[in-house]
């Protein structure tokens, strides 16, 4: 059994929201969770083509979340 704290298929949260949720969640389970990763991670000049969410502040690349999420994620 798993429980998916974030999927942006499954989930109803969008937006800021949905990008709170995904940061909270993953400082709360640090070590404690498995990134699972779907599809490919452009990484060409530091991944500014694949760019999943705006923030007021700036934008934040695939790149840099699963780089981010996978440093907090735990070990098989």
């Known amino acids: 059994m798993i429980n998916l704290l974030y999927s942006n298929t499954f989930m109803a949260a969008q937006g800021t929201d949905a990008l709170e949720l995904l940061f909270s969640s993953a400082k709360k389970y ?15 000049d530091n991944g500014v083509y694949n760019v999943v969410a705006r923030t007021k502040r700036r934008v934040i690349t695939a790149l840099e979340a699963v780089t981010t999420l996978g440093d907090m994620a735990g070990c098989l």
């Open 30 to 44: 640090k070590g404690d969770f498995i990134l699972v990763v779907e599809g490919a991670i452009l990484t060409k």
